[in-house]
């Protein structure tokens, strides 16, 4: 297992436990497949981001997409955080989480009319502006709604981050964020719109980040920019450096949240910018090592060529190792005595996409519990309902007490809004 400061996940005489409560109560109570998530961890992330940003003008923007269950949001929400969203959807949810409105930045390349009215009517912070057509268009809202949008752009530093393609942002043919030089002119163009109000600036360039060197090296693009906008009169209140900040889901050596964000200070200080509002967008470094995914063995099947042990969890529940080949820890529960054996874990859905961790060397038999570990970012918020698997449930820890945070879905549940023709 790794081992990070923060890991709730750990054996108490041989068993698995999050923070105080053994896995095979929840399994027992709740049912399997279900993801479970620590309070402590989840805070103490959080924490982690506010002191290293203490006596600073700053914002811990949380990036509901993440993890976006109320309970996950309203525990942050309660903690002060602001939220990162990316939809009309996610909009909603932080407000019915009890996030305020103030402390929510709004990303993301294709926002629709309707959620820029939406946001715009909550009051939120800031837009973070992906390209010229949606600057015009919240214009136009703003304008027609009486008021005037706070903004940033979100540079596009052509900076490669070395992390998976997939969730490489900041490369030049990528599709996020508005290249520097067109930026530029684009800030000149905001100053003259009467529904626009200039708040920031805004880059993110990807996720899983386990390096800082590319964050410095953005982060010098945005100066940059920052002090030629400012030589030409337009000034910027706040700097969003977004999120991306890896954990280790193996042996990755990740810059802890303290090295990261005492990097960046000390670039914004060096260029004469500490002194501005900070935003930082955290996803994954907030909840990813504070959520498991609980599974039980079906079936174990054994071959000539391979052994597997298919669990109840699938691709639809946890999608992350057949859209990227992520690698996700496998620890079983209860340890058992015996001899290994090398296993792939696999789902029961209908796809050869449909499975969790290759090679893996366990004794497990069938009936037993396994825990996915450092699956709280981006587990159950991916999660489908392919081939009609309810979702997960969904379960938070605080201390010795555990709370079902979302029950698990039913088939009834997935085809009630559903009609045939008459
Ligand atoms: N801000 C923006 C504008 C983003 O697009 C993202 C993530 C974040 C913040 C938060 O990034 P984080 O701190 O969580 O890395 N599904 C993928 C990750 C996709 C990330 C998308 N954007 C995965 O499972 O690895």
Redesign the pocket.
Known sequence: MTAQADHPFVYDGGALCCEAVPLTQIAAHVGTPTYVYSKRAILAAYRRYVEALAGRSALV?Y?V??NANLGVLNLLARAGSGF?I?SGGELERALAAGAAAARIVF??VGKTEAEIGAALAAGIACF?VESAAELETIDRVARAAGRRAPISL?INPDVDPRT?Q??S?GLKFSK?GIAVPEAEELYRRAARLSGIEIAGI?C?I????TSIDPYVEAAERVFDLVDRLGAQGVGLRHIDF?????IAYRCEIAPSIEQFIAALLACADRRGHGGKTLLF????????NAGALLTRVQVIKAGAAKNFAIVDAGMNDL??PA??E?WMDVQPVVLRTGEKRSFDVVGPVCESADWLARDRSLTVLAGDLLAILSAG???M??ASNYNSRGRPAEVIVDGDQYHLVRPRESAADLYATETVLP
């Open positions: 923007c990036a997409k993440a990162d990316v990303s993301g973070n979100r998976h997939y969730i942002t996020f805004d993110h990807g996720s899983q980040i977004g999120g991306g900040l890896g967008e955290p996803g994954r470094s907030i909840v990813g999608l992350r859209l990227y992520a970012a981006y587990g918020s991916m």
